[in-house]
């Protein structure tokens, strides 16, 4: 599964999934990972490596629908 994940992240993306989570990066854009919402956005930042902005943006969140 792992490798499969690293592929489409190489893929669609650029970049290797594996070394952007080992540096606290995003695999979307590149930057830092610095805080997640919550812990359904740690879970998916475990499988797809983004950040709670790309994730917001890859999901269609908007500000009205972010629980603060």
Known sequence: MNA???NISLDI???SRTL???GRQCV???AAVK???DALSEREY???GMRQ???DSVFNV???EIPY
């Open 35 to 37: 805080q997640l919402r």
């Open 20 to 22: 952007a989570m080992a």
């Open 46 to 48: 475990t499988i797809s």
């Open 53 to 55: 902005e790309c994730q």
């Open 13 to 15: 993306f650029g970049r």
């Open 4 to 6: 499969e994940l690293e």
């Open 28 to 30: 979307t854009c590149g």
């Open 62 to 64: 908007s500000e009205d």
